[in-house]
């Protein structure tokens, strides 16, 4: 597969592409086009229920693995390797929880305003970094589904 990578873009690494499950795909076009079309899928089933374990770990996993499941062997699991932005891969669970808890906290105890809690739990979840791919987007469809389920808002124009 030819991937050029646009600027800021996170590379994967050789054996992160081996997970590719469609070997028909050879472009970096190609694959936005598979994973955009995955990532409806998981936008209409994440819009069409209400979550109770939405800030946990295990939705956070959920939500990568609904969003690239028929694109990636890998969706859904935690990154294994250090990647150009993020923490150490060792770390990811246990900041990850840390983020869910603390969202919970700022959201019983009205800490910050509705839109600043989703900010503070996206800029962190993108600051983790949790997965090898994917990142940027599962953080936005994230935070929309905090501000829509949460504090019935809409959800953000990114």
Not at 37 to 47: P, Q, T, V, Y
Not at 130 to 149: A, E, I, W, Y
Request: aromatic share 12%; with cysteine.
């Amino acid at each position: 597969m030819d991937i050029i990578y646009p600027a800021g873009a996170t590379p994967l690494d050789p054996d992160e592409t081996e997970g590719l499950l469609l070997s028909h795909i050879t472009t970096r076009e190609e694959l936005n086009q598979w994973e955009q079309l995955n990532i409806g899928d998981a936008e209409e089933w994440a819009f069409s229920r209400n979550h109770k374990d939405l800030l946990s770990q295990t939705f956070i996993c959920r939500l990568h693995k609904k969003m690239f499941i028929k694109v990636w062997a890998w969706a859904g699991q935690f990154r294994k390797s250090m990647k150009n932005i993020g923490i150490q891969p060792w770390q990811i669970s246990e900041e990850v929880n840390l983020l869910c808890r603390d969202t919970s906290a700022w959201i019983k105890y009205a800490t910050y305003p509705p839109d600043e809690i989703c900010i503070r739990f996206h800029h962190k979840l993108v600051w983790i970094h949790p997965f090898v791919n994917g990142n940027g987007r599962h953080s936005r469809l994230m935070t929309d589904l905090l501000s829509k389920q949460i504090f019935g808002n809409d959800p953000f124009t990114w």
